[in-house]
Each structure stands twice: as C-alpha cells, then as structure tokens.
Nanobody, 116 residues
Framework: QVQLVESGGGLVQPGGSLRLSCAASGMRSSIYHMGWYRQAPGKQRELVASIGSGGSTNYADSVKGRFTISRDNAKQTVDLQMNSLKPEDTAVYYC??????????WGQGTQVTVSS
C-alpha cells in the first residue's frame, strides 16, 4: 500500500526557515519525479518544487532562490528546505509524484504557518 507521510511543518516568523520531509513507502519512489505541493486556504493546490530521479530540480517562480528540494533514494525521502519564509508561504504542504499520477494517494500534509 502506497503511503506518503509529510512532517516538519510549524509556526515560524517571517524570514525564518523550516525543513520539511516526506517519507514514501509501498512504492519505489526513487524511480519517480517527486514534488512538493502546497494548498493555501481558498486556493488550489500548486506544485512549488520538483526533483527528478537523477536529481534535476525545478521551482515555481514564487519560491525560486528560497526553497531547495532534495532526495535520498536509499531512504525514500524527499526534503524541502525553506528559507526566507514569507506570510504568503502559509499553506498545507504535501509531497507526491510530479506530475501527479492518478492512484498515488495524498498524505495528510504538514501545516506551515508564517506569521509574526
């Protein structure tokens, strides 16, 4: 059974940093392009960063230069280092394949709140 479990969220002040982690089980995540998505209240879920099986990365313009995605294929984890956080980064963050593949369930996500 495929399972994605996100962790590492929390409350942080503007300008602060957080590191999110996603653990995959029940799938060979190492062969997939993986990504971090976020969904803010009242908005659609959006892809903010992705990483290929070989390590190539892509970022949404809104996070470029501030977020860094990485993966450990042996551990089947995908991390997202978030620096210089802004209030507009507040959202629930999820990991999944990128692009999304139908049939891969979404995890519960991890809440990131950027506020003073």
């Amino acid at each position: 059974q495929v399972q994605l479990v996100e962790s590492g969220g929390g409350l942080v002040q503007p300008g602060g940093s957080l590191r999110l982690s996603c653990a995959a089980s029940g799938m060979r995540s190492s062969i997939y392009h993986m990504g971090w998505y976020r969904q803010a209240p009242g908005k659609q879920r959006e892809l903010v960063a992705s990483i290929g099986s070989g390590g190539s990365t892509n970022y949404a313009d809104s996070v470029k230069g501030r977020f860094t995605i990485s993966r450990d294929n042996a551990k089947q984890t995908v991390d997202l280092q978030m620096n210089s956080l802004k209030p507009e980064d507040t959202a629930v963050y999820y990991c999944n394949t990128a692009p999304y593949l139908v049939g891969i369930p979404w995890g519960q996500g991890t809440q990131v709140t950027v506020s003073s």
